[in-house]
Nanobody, 122 residues
């Protein structure tokens, strides 16, 4: 069983912060690049950020640059997305998935889980 499970979402007010977690089960996450994506109601899935095995990060969209920070803690088998200064337009379901080791694309073997809902009220 190879799974990535997202958690940490919730309902917050504009300007608040949330820290999402992507925790691996059934394997060790150390050698994999992981990306965070989101999908808002009525919109296509949007890539946010990716972190590789050497902890080098890549932003996938300018809309969250400077507000969202990706990190990893291999001892906890977890990748995080720290979200600051949240805006109503950040409301979406947030997903994590496997990426190519250089963060150049979504991995061919990747799949999408249930995600975690983030709702930001004004």
């Amino acid at each position: 069983q190879v799974q990535l499970v997202e958690s940490g979402g919730g309902l917050v007010q504009a300007g608040a912060s949330l820290k999402l977690s992507c925790t691996a089960s059934g394997f060790t996450l150390d050698y994999y690049a992981i990306g965070w994506f989101r999908q808002a109601l009525g919109k296509e899935r949007e890539g946010l950020s990716c972190i590789n095995s050497t902890e080098s990060s890549t932003y996938l969209t300018d809309s969250v640059k400077g507000r969202f920070i990706i990190s990893r803690d291999n001892a906890k088998n977890t990748v995080y997305l720290q979200m600051n200064s949240l805006k109503p337009e950040d409301t979406a379901v947030y997903y994590c998935t496997f990426m190519h080791r250089l963060c150049s694309s979504v991995a061919k073997f990747a799949s999408w889980g249930q995600g975690t809902q983030v709702t930001v009220s004004s």
